[in-house]
């Protein structure tokens, strides 16, 4: 799995003015290593080809690996259009990232395993959506500090796969909270600022949820 960004020039035709010009397309966004390109992507600009004769902009739907190191990120970014072939392209990744991982030193194997998205604008608001999960996590941690609340930080991966923000309060200093624990922290948390929307609905599912767990493994 390459640890730098990749692109591919293509042969394009205007599909305004008819003009033949050379694309480049990307295939891999490394964030770590291209910030800007990430930036691009994350703005919905990655692959937009334009025409140098008439400025005409397409976008050019194409699989896109996506990796981020820092967030515990890798998505293979396939077209919305190969959706119908969900399970044969998710057996293909894992077998590809796992084939790929005994190949590797080990201490650059990856302890989580990659996603599968369909269209490069889902990723974006997936993207979106962790983002003001991030922000929340933040603002959280700095209350929990102020009023000495006692928190867990979930792993990226870990809080991505459970669709959760982060820093999760919790009404006592162990490791792994149990249920009651983390309704106590959040009801401190939201007497301090009952703004934080993400941390609202966090407390209605597990209030809802008798059987809620959290398992940090």
């Avoid at 480049?24 to 490394?30: G, K």
């Avoid at 999960?133 to 009023?147: K, L, M, P, T, V």
Wanted: aromatic content about 8%.
């Amino acid at each position: 799995m390459s640890a730098v960004s990749t692109f591919n020039k293509i042969d394009v035709t205007c599909g305004e003015c008819g003009k033949e010009f050379t694309g480049i397309l990307w295939t891999a966004v490394h964030a770590g290593e291209d910030p800007v390109l990430k930036d691009i992507l994350l703005g919905g600009e990655l692959n937009i080809l334009m025409c140098p004769k008439c400025s005409h902009a397409a976008y050019r739907d194409h699989f896109v690996l996506y990796q981020d190191p820092a967030a515990e990120l890798i998505a293979y970014i396939y077209p919305p259009d190969q959706a119908s072939d969900e399970e044969f392209l998710q057996k293909s990744m894992l077998l590809a990232f796992h084939e790929a991982q005994t190949v590797m030193e080990p201490k650059a194997r990856k302890d989580y395993e990659p996603i599968l998205v369909f269209g490069l604008a889902t990723f974006v608001e997936m993207m979106r959506v962790e983002n003001s999960r991030a922000e929340q996590s933040q603002i959280a941690e700095a209350i929990c500090h102020e009023f000495k609340i006692p928190f867990v930080v979930l792993r990226p991966s870990k809080a991505r796969a459970l669709t959760s923000v982060r820093v999760l309060p919790s009404g006592t200093s162990i490791k792994t909270p149990t249920r009651a624990d983390v309704l106590a922290g959040l009801d401190r948390l939201l007497a301090q600022n009952s703004s934080l929307d993400l941390y609202a609905g966090l407390r209605a599912s597990i209030q809802a949820n008798p059987q809620w767990k959290l398992l940090t493994t």
